[in-house]
């Protein structure tokens, strides 16, 4: 029961995307990578899948694992952990999202180094 969960767009936990290493992420696969990015996502829950639609904290996996259906009866809306961020469209590997978002985390805090 959270209303911060409403705001999709700023799921990036920059602190926690810099203590990922970029060697570590591509070593860990994809599997791993998912699971890091629900956790990013839903921090919350500790990556437990958050409906992005009407916020409810429980869902049911589907398919692969890799999408989610809101267990709310009213809602039953499929999602995926990118739905609602800027990853949500592109056929991107887990591993390259989080890549992608470490070292932007990294960027911004000025030091620049990835690894
Ligand atoms: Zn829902």
Not at 4 to 30: E, I, P, S
Request: glycine fraction near 8%; proline fraction near 4%.
């Amino acid at each position: 029961m959270s209303s911060r969960n409403q705001h999709g767009a700023h799921f990036l936990l920059l602190a926690k995307a810099r203590t990922l290493k970029l060697r570590d992420v591509y070593a860990g696969g994809d599997d791993a990578a998912f699971k890091t990015f629900c956790e990013l996502r839903w921090p919350e829950t500790n990556g437990a899948p958050v409906c992005p639609k009407c916020g409810h904290e429980k869902a049911y996996n589907i398919e692969t694992g890799r999408r989610f259906k809101c267990a709310s009866p009213a809602c039953y809306h499929k999602f995926s952990p990118t739905s609602g961020t800027i990853f949500a469209s592109r056929k991107m590997a887990f591993v390259d999202i989080l890549a992608a978002i470490l070292i932007v985390a990294n960027w911004q805090s000025g030091g620049g180094r990835t690894t």
